[in-house]
């Protein structure tokens, strides 16, 4: 089935064409490189894996519970309006509120799939390039599962969001060659990061918590990259030109928090915009998770060196200043562990399983 057939209203446009600007660069300089990236690169080649095998995709899933998120995330939960619903009417907000959420992410691993793969084309160095060439590969390999689990388990899709859009607009049109890493790496993947993972530390539904644990693992080493990059590249840079990258850290990071309201939904259920936007703006958990969801681009920016008296400023008016203490390294290596332990619990099962059916096969023969 078409995906245009599955969205709850049709995208403003078919294709959206962003006139991108920038150089595509040569290096003609071999050598090995920084150790530390070429040790990442290394992890990326090492690390590959395929959505089709890895993930147990005949996990069944209830297309109007998909996460099995409680009433009292519900952004309307406990106002006249959830009141007056019916329970087919609360199930079906279950399944929009899911679409959206896991549209926003494939829409976003699109645009970091293609963002990756600037980053190949412009950044100047070759190791640089290496790695990029790994994660442009992680990111479609992300874009197919989130494709596939509305495609096949919810059977509905949201259009990008506006201010999403908006970011990745601005962050492809900059004909800089650090605003991909910049845009991407650190404040689109950072909020993903910390999106997936609540979702994942909540879920109690097999098949979205190996998606969510599998794609934060990849997740991780990308954050790192943007990291090690931008950390080398900003020291040798001015302070106008520092401040010029701070701008775009505040705008975008408004745009991010602004973005996940959610109030497309609300809107879908006859709430009026304005009221849909309070409604959102009013929610505790929706305070809490947009709090949470600056987790791991704080401690970030601070880290690559961009933490100006505007910028601090800036996160202190969001409450999130605090979070630039974060031990982002910590979060990353549970990332990879919480993964490799899910692994390991999923392959156990099954060979105990196996080892069970050629133990029974067995008994069968002996007493025949």
């Known amino acids: 089935m078409s995906t245009h057939e599955l969205y709850v209203h049709g995208p403003a446009e078919q294709e959206w064409d962003v006139q991108a600007t920038g150089q595509a660069r040569f290096t003609w300089e071999y050598d090995d490189g920084r150790d530390r990236l070429l040790a990442l690169y290394q992890k990326g080649k090492d690390k590959q894996w395929d959505g089709t095998k890895r993930i147990d995709w005949e996990l069944e899933v209830d297309p109007y519970d998909p996460l099995g998120v409680p009433d009292q995330n519900m952004t309307i939960y406990g106002t006249p309006y959830w009141e007056k619903m019916s329970e087919q009417d609360k199930r079906d907000l279950r399944r929009h509120y899911a679409s959206w959420q896991f549209s926003q992410f494939l829409h976003g ?47 509905m899709l949201y259009p990008i969001n506006d201010n999403l859009q908006s970011l990745l607009g601005d962050t492809l049109r900059d004909s800089r060659w650090d605003m991909p890493y910049l845009g991407m790496q650190v404040l689109i993947e950072g909020l993903a990061l910390a999106a997936f993972g609540m979702l994942r530390d909540t879920t109690d539904k097999p098949l979205p918590k190996q998606i969510l644990a599998y794609v934060m693992q990849d997740e991780a080493r990308h954050v790192a990259f943007g990291r090690m990059a931008l950390r080398d590249y900003y020291k040798q840079l001015t302070d106008a030109e520092l401040r010029e990258r701070e701008e775009f850290v505040i705008e975008g ?60 400023r800036a996160y202190l008016d969001m409450g999130v200043f605090e979070m630039g203490d974060s031990n982002l390294d910590l979060l990353m290596a549970q990332d990879e562990e919480i993964a490799e332990k899910l692994d390991a619990e999923r392959f156990a099962a099954e060979e105990a399983e196996r080892k069970a059916e050629v133990a029974d096969a067995i008994a069968q023969g002996t007493q025949s």
């Open 109 to 155: 691993e699109q645009g970091a799939m293609i963002c990756a793969a600037r980053i190949v084309e412009s950044a100047p160095d070759l190791d640089a390039k290496f790695y990029s060439a790994t994660q442009t590969m992680d990111e479609a390999r992300h874009a197919e599962i989130y494709a596939r689990f509305l495609h096949e388990k919810i059977g």
């Open 253 to 312: 990071c408004y745009l991010m928090r602004d973005r996940l309201r959610g109030a497309e939904v609300l809107e879908n259920f006859g709430i009026p915009a304005k009221e849909a936007n309070e409604l959102s703006e009013q929610s505790e958990y929706l305070a809490l998770f947009r709090k949470l969801l600056f987790s791991r681009i704080v401690p970030c920016v601070k880290d690559i060196g961009l933490w100006g008296e505007r910028l601090q």
